[in-house]
């Protein structure tokens, strides 16, 4: 196992939100920033794609340190590439949505088998990753009330992982000790508050898509895809807004117990791509082949080198991402 040093280390914490293929921005920002040296990765938070890349991260670095997660990583988006899952998944469900149109008394029906299964069980030492040194947090939704649930280490298993990667239309829901679980992108995609309260004061969430958008979609299949988006998007940016509303009463107080302390400690980064990746751009999040991964890692790793360029010395100083900022901006009040 790898063991922490202390000396010269940059201790961080990641939220990486899920999104099907397009996880491999992900992989290509985190490809970039494990570079860097002395970085160290306390704890991850993920969502679909992203509680994939968190797996990923924490079994290589457990085998290797920073270069082990980088090889992990590329190892796992490889093996997605050559199941071409996710194109799989969408060429059945399509051929089931037709199917369904004609026969209106005979729905389709998702998947029984999971087609991630195998490369998930084959490629991920769970009982390793128990005990590892990278704390995890995978979100899931509970089916029977949408409640957010996370899994962490002590909680880690093959059917956790698949059940944070769980779209409905496509997979049957994952059942684990008598509950079924959906995707987790719609209850928290990423979620933040596990990441709070302990360990370094900087947090990085990698987003999938921009904050805003700023092309407004005419078509069908545009539409669907950014009502996607935005539903995927929408807890995160509630959890954002209400971590903003604490901070702002917290300043307004003299006296703060320890959690209140860390709170204003807190020092948040964010990497988003530059553009939105859509459908229309050549990005379709179905498409799992090996040159469209590519692309988006290298997008990836494009992005990251602009953030390390502008902000790599703010890491351990201070934030990077003004929650504020981004409110005022957005047009969300800070007000109760």
Request: aromatic share 6%.
């Amino acid at each position: 196992m790898m063991q922490r040093s202390n000396a010269n280390q940059t201790p961080i914490k990641l939220a990486l939100q899920g999104g099907g293929a397009h996880g491999a921005f992900t992989w290509g920002v985190l490809d970039r920033l494990l570079e860097l040296p002395g970085l160290d990765i306390e704890s991850i938070s993920g969502t679909s794609s992203g509680a994939m890349n968190a797996v990923a991260v924490a079994q290589g670095w457990l085998r290797g340190g920073a270069a082990g997660a980088r090889e992990s990583l590329d190892a796992f988006w490889r093996a997605l590439a050559r199941q071409n899952v996710v194109a799989d998944w969408w060429a059945v469900a399509a051929g089931m949505f037709d199917h369904a149109q004609k026969l209106p008394q005979s729905p389709g029906a998702p998947l029984s088998v999971n087609p991630l299964r195998g490369l998930v069980e084959g490629m991920f030492d769970m009982d390793a990753l128990r005990t590892g040194p990278i704390q995890l947090r995978l979100a899931a939704t509970r089916v029977r009330d949408g409640a957010l649930t996370l899994f962490d280490n002590a909680r880690l298993s093959h059917d956790a992982l698949l059940a944070s990667a769980c779209l409905p239309q496509w997979f049957a829901a994952v059942e684990i000790d008598g509950e079924a679980y959906w995707d987790g992108g719609f209850a928290g995609n990423p979620v933040l508050e596990p990441l709070l309260d302990t360990g370094s004061d900087d947090l990085l969430c990698i987003l999938l898509q921009p904050f805003e958008n700023v092309k407004v979609p005419r078509h069908a299949r545009d539409i669907a895809e950014l009502s996607a988006q935005l539903s995927f998007s929408a807890a995160f940016k509630r959890e954002l807004r209400d971590l903003a509303l604490t901070r702002q009463r917290l300043a307004r107080h003299l006296l703060a117990d320890a959690e209140d302390r860390r709170l204003r400690r807190l020092r948040m980064h964010v990497i988003t791509p530059r553009e939105a990746l859509t459908v229309a751009d050549g990005f379709p999040a179905s498409d799992t082949r090996l040159h469209q991964l590519q692309g988006l890692r290298a997008l990836g790793r494009e992005s990251a080198s602009d953030w390390c360029e502008r902000h790599q010395g703010d890491l351990g100083e201070r934030a990077s991402f003004s929650l504020t900022g981004w409110l005022a901006a957005s047009g969300r009040p800070l007000s109760s």
